[in-house]
């Protein structure tokens, strides 16, 4: 059997030259991170353990450890946060989560997480691993009990996130030692003050429309805001990047999902289809060609988006001039109703979604950029 297990000394080199700090954004959870590069050319099972307790303060907000093992290319290979387990003891207890180690794995990422508003406490993170006679060894992590000072600015090894490109700083929650430890001297605690429910994991009846409208412009919503999230940050190149000849760049289907919409705005609202200055402006990115390549390239993402954002203003618009009879109505000649046309405007974008999501995933890695060397000083 052979493990390798690095210091974090490098690790934390490429945190401070490849990964830019987050601004601080809103969201109604947040997370803490220590990285291990962990190599072993057979399965481990391993046990992380720490103790943890959660001063809640209503039946929603909680506390968890968490582990994700990572191949080189950052694919999850094991993810377990304790979901559906969730914790809300207020008295110092140790969790355990059980897993194995696979032989492709490169990254052993750990840490807490807490949910909602409460003082959450962590401590004594130890993480074991199965040797060839069947006994669990400890890896003891850099500052596990939090001895060392930590601050909101500088967690001392462990970072706020969950360990991917740049730390995560999260509105509303503040880190910090306290003497009220498990073991030893210190623990942390994240205070969670002000912190909303996201609207992003409920489906609600949107102020301003009739009940069934309201549902489906908080569905129509949400996927825009997920498809926005997951392209914003992309550069011109990786906008315009072709998977192969007979792909579309994600820049293209960005287009796409907001000429679909232009015309079921038409379709629905107006019982028609394009007129001629309409299909000049919507059908290159309707139909997606290889005009649709030639065309639909050479805009930073920022530009497909603020058109998406247009449609999809459009159509809360006229949506708030009509009812839920309205929805459930079928237009002369027409082939469904218009609840079943909208419905069918989201599947398309959820559709759409996954392939921007796979397409993401296939885009060419960055090199890392290191600075240059520092000039010698006789």
Known sequence: MHIVLKSLSFLLLL???????????????TSFVQTINFTTDIPLNF????????????????????????????????????????????????????????????????GGLVTYNGTFYFDHFELFTENENGKFEKITPENNSFETVVTDENLFVWKRGIGRNKEQLVKGYKFANTTDAYTGKQALVIQGEGIEKSKSNNITIEEGYTPQIGAMVSMLNNLSNRVERIVKDLDLKQTDHLLDEKANSIGALVMHLAAAEAYYQVNTFENRG???????????????????????????????????????????????KRNDAWLESTNPGSWGNNHFKWFHVMEHQSSHLGQILLLKKRLPEKELKLPPPEPKID
Do not use: C
Not at 79 to 99: A, H, K, L
Not at 294 to 299: A, E, I, K, M, V
């Open 274 to 320: 394009f007129n001629k200055e309409e299909e000049k402006l919507w059908m290159v990115g309707l139909e997606l060609d290889e005009k649709g390549q030639q065309d639909l390239t050479g805009h930073e993402i920022s530009y497909y988006l603020g058109i998406f954002r247009k449609v999809r203003k459009k159509t809360l618009e006229e949506l708030k």
């Open 47 to 110: 046990k992380l353990r720490a103790a943890v307790k959660a001063k809640i303060k209503d039946s929603t907000a909680s506390a968890a450890i968490w582990i994700r093992v990572d191949d080189k290319n950052e694919k999850s290979l094991f993810f377990d946060n304790m979901s559906g387990r969730p914790i809300q003891s207020d008295t110092w207890t140790v969790y355990e989560i059980e897993g194995t180690i696979p032989v492709n794995a490169a990254t052993v990422n750990f």
């Open 15 to 29: 945190s401070n030259l490849g990964f830019s700090q987050s601004k601080e954004i809103e969201q109604d959870w």
